[in-house]
Structures are given as C-alpha cells and as structure tokens.
C-alpha cells in the first residue's frame, strides 16, 4: 500500500469515527442506589434525574485530556445580580452513569476579587451542588 492509500484510509477511518469524547476513568464503586451515599441528603435536590439509581463513584476521571478528582476546584458558573462573581465548587464525589459525569461539589462561596492577587476570596459553605462536566462554565480545573 503505497503512502497516498494509507493517508487515504487514516482520512476515512477519522472521519467515520468522528469526535469521541476520549474519557478514562480510575478505580470505581458500583453504587446500588446513591441514597445510600453518606452526603445524600446534602446534594439530593440538585441531582439530575437519570442519576437516580446504580451508578459507578469514580476515584478520578479525565474527559476531554481534563482529570476530575476529589478536592479539584471546578468553575461552576457565573452568577450575581449587579456584580457577576464566579461560583467555584470543590469536588467531593465524581459519579458515571451512561457516560454522562456528575461533579457533586461543595460549593465555595466568591466574597471579592484581590486585585493585588489577581484572585477571588472564596470560602467553602456547607452547601452542596451537582453538576455534570458538560454544564460546567469551564472544564478546566481551577486548583488542583
């Protein structure tokens, strides 16, 4: 098979395959059923619907070459009335289910930004909230 056949074919098997998401995962848990988690009742009235059920507690995952794990802080979204603040999370568990990934973060609260820092302030709460990886404002983690 000459070059120009081999491109050829590499050019025809990407463009069947299209994007994949190239998500791995590390070691898991199967979860019967999450109101079983010790936090449930914390973050229940955020979680999706399809999340009700079994499904896998993930130790860290990577989507899109991003690694979530415990204690990654993640962009959640921006919010405010009069002045928008970012609403940062820190992750406490990584859930999988039908190849959809849910972040249940604990959720920091922005008081200011420090303009000497070039940072916000941030203090944790004792709020939880969940949040799947393509809702995010951001993938990219925060603070590892």
Not at 99 to 128: G, P
Request: aromatic share 10%.
């Amino acid at each position: 098979m000459c070059v120009k056949e081999q491109l050829s074919l590499c050019y025809r098997l990407l463009t069947e395959r299209g994007f994949t998401s190239n998500s791995t995962d590390g070691p898991h848990v199967l979860i019967e059923d999450l109101s079983h988690c010790q936090k449930y009742p914390l973050f229940k009235h955020s979680l999706p619907a399809i999340f009700h059920g079994p499904s896998l507690e993930l130790n860290w995952v990577k989507v899109y070459g991003q690694t979530y794990k415990q204690r990654v802080v993640v962009l959640m979204r921006i919010e405010g009335t009069s002045e928008l603040l970012p609403l940062f999370g820190s992750v406490e568990l990584v859930l999988s289910k039908n190849d959809e990934i849910l972040l249940v973060c604990k959720r920091l609260v922005t008081e200011w930004f420090n303009e000497d820092l070039h940072a916000y302030s941030a203090k944790i709460s004792n709020e939880f909230e969940c949040i799947l990886v393509r809702d995010l404002h951001s993938p990219f983690p925060c603070i590892r």
